[in-house]
């Protein structure tokens, strides 16, 4: 009896942020994975209000993300976010204990999986699933997953872009890199150290990213006044950028990503790359939104490239699919506890 009721809740576990959808509510949580824990190892705040705290902390709070990379880099602080999400997720008057689908990145190892699995128990899961993040933004894209036809997945987070080639149900080809959101905002910070002699946060360069931020140099290019402290002075100070700057500034780091596609290209079997010329390549996750990055990809490639509908939110709706036919997935699930 007990069975039928306990709750089922998908989570996109991210390295910038938590999704967490509940079958039949949907999407119920897009919070920032930002944990501010005080000097004894008090878990002060978790989400939208930790994040406000980074970089504006006295000295006996640090607010920081406990994953790196897309992986569990602090263990504990992971355990108390999950236990926090999960309960705002499904109400605390909630008595069972619910089974869990995570995302983790199609890199892991099977020991960062355990990690994960043994992190949502503890924060009071039932059972807890695990699924590679490629197959859930296909899913949650709307890709017929299990059809004998190929498709490629390029799911690009805070952490780390993922690319799969998806064939019956399975991952023929992947690769994982840990150059994603993260990297590009701390390119900007980099740059605009040495350009403008300026020292900004994590916060404002992510703003800079979102607001003028672009793969490919502008025609008409954006404007944006950046606050922040001078290097020489010591000062407070604001300055201005532009588009064309910050197409400079991430370079490097949009080649590492458009690299790490053509590196699965070349593991790409010839029957199913010219499935992908038909399809195009579909773009999910926060940093795939770049502006003129599909656009990017292709001119890389030669391949069409095109974002998925909410991109953002593929993988956790991919978990929710999922969640709802457990027994159709079961071969691309693993670890239950």
């Not at 355990?114 to 992190?119: F, G, I, L, M, T």
């Not at 197959?135 to 894209?141: E, M, Y």
């Given at each position: 009896?007990?069975?039928?009721?306990?709750?089922?809740?998908?989570i996109d576990?991210?390295?910038?942020s938590?999704?967490v959808?509940?079958?039949?509510?949907?999407?119920?949580?897009n919070e920032p994975?930002?944990v501010?824990v005080s000097?004894d190892?008090?878990?002060?705040?978790?989400?939208?209000?930790?994040?406000?705290m980074?970089?504006r902390t006295?000295?006996?709070?640090?607010?920081?993300?406990?994953m790196?990379?897309?992986?569990i880099?602090d263990?504990?602080?992971?355990?108390?976010?999950?236990?926090?999400?999960?309960?705002?997720a499904?109400?605390?008057w909630?008595?069972?204990r619910?089974?869990?689908?995570?995302?983790?990145?199609?890199?892991?190892?099977?020991?960062?999986k355990?990690?994960?699995?043994?992190?949502a128990?503890?924060?009071?899961?039932?059972s807890?699933y695990?699924?590679?993040?490629p197959?859930?933004?296909?899913?949650?894209?709307g890709?017929?997953i299990?059809?004998?036809?190929?498709?490629?997945?390029?799911?690009?987070?805070?952490?780390t872009?993922?690319?799969?080639?998806?064939?019956?149900?399975?991952?023929?080809?992947?690769?994982?890199?840990?150059?994603?959101?993260?990297?590009?905002?701390?390119?900007?910070?980099?740059?605009?150290?040495?350009?403008?002699n300026?020292?900004?946060?994590?916060?404002?360069?992510?703003d800079?990213?979102i607001?003028?931020?672009?793969a490919l140099?502008?025609e008409?290019?954006?404007v944006?006044?950046?606050?922040?402290r001078?290097i020489v002075?010591g000062?407070?100070?604001t300055a201005?950028?532009?588009t064309?700057e910050?197409?400079r500034a991430?370079a490097?780091?949009?080649?590492?990503?458009?690299?790490?596609?053509k590196?699965v290209?070349?593991?790409?079997?010839p029957?199913?790359?010219?499935?992908i010329?038909d399809?195009?390549?579909?773009?999910?996750?926060?940093?795939?939104q770049?502006?003129?990055?599909t656009?990017?990809?292709?001119r890389?490639?030669?391949?069409?490239?095109?974002?998925?509908d909410?991109?953002?939110?593929?993988?956790?709706?991919?978990t929710?699919v999922?969640?709802?036919?457990?027994?159709t997935?079961?071969?691309?699930?693993t670890?239950?506890?």
């Open positions: 009896m007990m069975e039928r009721f306990s709750p089922k809740v998908g576990l991210g390295t910038t938590v999704l959808y509940v079958p039949g509510r949907g999407i119920v949580l994975s930002v501010a000097d190892n008090q878990i002060l705040a978790v989400g939208e209000e930790a994040k406000q980074i970089g006295p000295d006996n709070i640090r607010a920081y993300r406990p790196k990379d897309g992986v880099a263990y504990r602080v992971t355990e108390a976010m999950l236990r926090y999400f999960l309960k705002k499904l109400g605390s909630n008595i069972f619910p089974e869990v689908m995570i995302s983790v990145p199609a890199g892991v190892t099977s020991t960062e355990r990690a994960v699995v043994e992190a128990i503890k924060a009071g899961a039932k807890a695990v699924v590679k993040e197959i859930l933004a296909a899913i949650g894209a890709l017929p299990y059809e004998p036809q190929g498709h490629m997945i390029v799911d690009c987070g805070g952490g872009i993922d690319v799969a080639v998806i064939s019956l149900g399975g991952i023929v080809a992947a690769n994982s890199v840990k150059c994603a959101g993260n990297r590009i905002d701390a390119a900007i910070i980099d740059f605009v150290k040495k350009n403008h300026l020292s900004i946060g994590e916060k404002t360069a992510e800079v990213k607001t003028i931020g672009s140099p502008l008409e290019e954006l944006m006044a950046i606050k922040g001078d002075t000062l407070p100070r201005e950028i532009r064309n910050i197409v991430i490097k780091e949009l080649r590492d990503m458009v690299k790490a596609i590196d290209f070349q593991e790409t079997p029957e199913i790359a010219s499935d010329i399809h195009g390549i579909i773009m999910t996750g926060g940093t795939s770049l502006r003129n990055f656009e990017l990809i292709r890389r490639t030669g391949v069409k490239a095109k974002l998925a909410q991109a953002l939110f593929c993988v956790v709706k991919g929710g999922a969640l709802e036919h457990l027994d997935y079961k071969r691309t699930i670890s239950k506890r």
